[in-house]
Each structure stands twice: as structure tokens, then as C-alpha cells.
């Protein structure tokens, strides 16, 4: 156990739906991730914050918005849902979001679009 | 931008056999390398880090891997394979000046008995 905990395990939608995926990082860290996991595209990283601040982004969708609370924990919004956005998102988090530091992995959310 | 080739898609080895998965690294500055494993239907577990301590790094489960500058490799090792080491593993680098992780595309291993 991580303890980077995700919401919901599991989750079935239709086209051009819009669903929110929630993170809670390990007690401690400042600085959450989300990730993509698919076949065709593999691990692909999408946004980083650090206690509440955008701090990195990567290939992330325009449809896609993310945020991070004050109390740290994170949300993950996903909108106009094609099926190609059907995949595992991860949540991730570290201490201080600098290089260097591990970053451990929750369980993901299984996103399936219909 | 940094970037790893993970080489074999599929690797298959017999039970007690040497696991060799390979990563290469694409960085002009030498970064941060690990390596996470991923069993089925489970979250990406860290098996070892690189940090420029030492260039020959001992993980969890046995696994070990070794930095060379010199081939920009930082392959992954066991010496005896385990029924239970059969998962997908992933090499990630972090640059020295960012904070997140760039991963392979994965090698799955399995493991005959």
C-alpha cells in the first residue's frame, strides 16, 4: 500500500460525459501527479501540482482540468468523454515535487467510455 | 528532453533463471533512473532508484541495476527469477531540473516454470 489513495476504482461512462477522478496523496507530500495509462500511448504523464500550484504539464488535454485543494488532495476532471479516453489514470504523489524525489503511485481508476 | 527505450516488449525466462530487462536513457545531463514494477490489475510499485550515489543499485525483491554513463544504460537485473516476478516493468527518468517522471514503454515479463 502506497498510500496515494484513488476514487473511484472503477468507472463506466458514455461519450461525451464528464467525469471527476479524486486523489489523496500520502500524508506528507505537497505535490500530486496524474498520469494516463493506455495501450496505444502507455504512461503518459499529464499534470503536476505542488500544494495547490500548477507546477508542470504535460500531454493533458484541453478537455481535461485538474486541481489541487487545500487540503491537498487532488481532482482530476475529465470532459466531452471519447472513447479513446477510456484508459487507467494514476495518481501519484511525492514529497516536495522536486527532482529527485520518489513518487509513489496509487491504484488508479479504471475509466472505460461507452 | 529526456527520454528511455525500454528494448523487448515480452521477455520470457524459465523459472530460476538470470532476468535481464534493458532501459536506455536519452538525457544530455546524467538524470534520475528508476525502475517500477506493476502486477496485474495493481498500481506502479518502485523497485529502485538511481540518484548518483552509487552506479550500482540494490532494490526490493532481489532486483538490482546498474548505471552506465558510458552506454546511457541502466539495465535491470535478478540473478534467479521467481514465479512471482512475472509483471510488466517500466523505466522512468526524471531530469535534474523537473520534478516528474518519463517512463517506457514497459517490458513484460513472464516467467515458464
Known amino acids: 500500500d502506497s498510500g496515494v489513495t484513488q476514487t473511484p476504482k472503477h468507472l463506466i461512462t458514455a461519450t461525451g460525459q464528464r467525469v471527476t477522478l479524486r486523489c489523496s496523496p500520502r500524508?506528507?507530500?505537497?505535490?500530486v501527479y496524474w498520469y494516463q495509462q493506455s495501450l496505444d500511448q502507455g504512461l503518459q504523464f499529464l499534470i503536476q501540482?505542488?500544494?495547490?500550484?500548477?507546477?508542470a504539464k504535460g500531454n493533458i488535454l484541453e478537455r481535461f482540468s485538474a486541481q489541487q485543494f487545500p487540503d491537498l488532495h487532488s481532482e482530476l476532471n475529465l470532459s466531452s468523454l471519447e472513447l479513446g479516453d477510456s484508459a487507467l489514470y494514476f495518481c501519484?504523489?511525492?514529497?516536495?515535487?522536486?527532482?529527485?524525489?520518489?513518487?509513489?503511485f496509487g491504484e488508479g481508476s479504471w475509466l472505460t467510455v461507452v | 528532453a529526456q527520454s528511455v527505450t525500454q528494448l523487448g516488449s515480452h521477455v520470457s525466462v524459465s523459472e530460476g533463471a538470470l532476468v535481464l530487462l534493458r532501459c536506455n536513457y536519452s538525457?544530455?545531463?546524467?538524470?534520475?533512473l528508476f525502475w517500477y514494477v506493476q502486477y496485474p490489475n495493481q498500481g506502479l510499485q518502485l523497485l529502485l532508484k538511481?540518484?548518483?550515489?552509487?552506479?550500482l543499485v540494490k532494490g526490493i525483491n532481489g532486483f538490482e541495476a546498474e548505471f552506465k554513463k558510458s552506454e546511457t544504460s541502466f539495465h535491470l537485473t535478478k540473478p534467479s527469477a521467481h514465479m512471482s516476478d512475472a509483471a510488466e516493468y517500466f523505466c522512468?527518468?526524471?531530469?535534474?531540473?523537473?520534478?516528474?517522471?518519463?517512463f517506457g514503454k514497459g517490458t513484460k515479463l513472464s516467467v515458464k516454470p
Open positions: 538511481y540518484t548518483s550515489a552509487a552506479t
Open positions: 538525457s544530455s545531463v546524467p538524470p534520475y
Open positions: 501519484a504523489s511525492s514529497v516536495s515535487g522536486v527532482a529527485g524525489n520518489t513518487i509513489y
Open positions: 522512468a527518468v526524471m531530469g535534474r531540473s523537473q520534478g516528474n517522471l518519463i
Open positions: 501540482y505542488y500544494n495547490g500550484e500548477e507546477r
Open positions: 500524508s506528507g507530500d505537497l505535490s
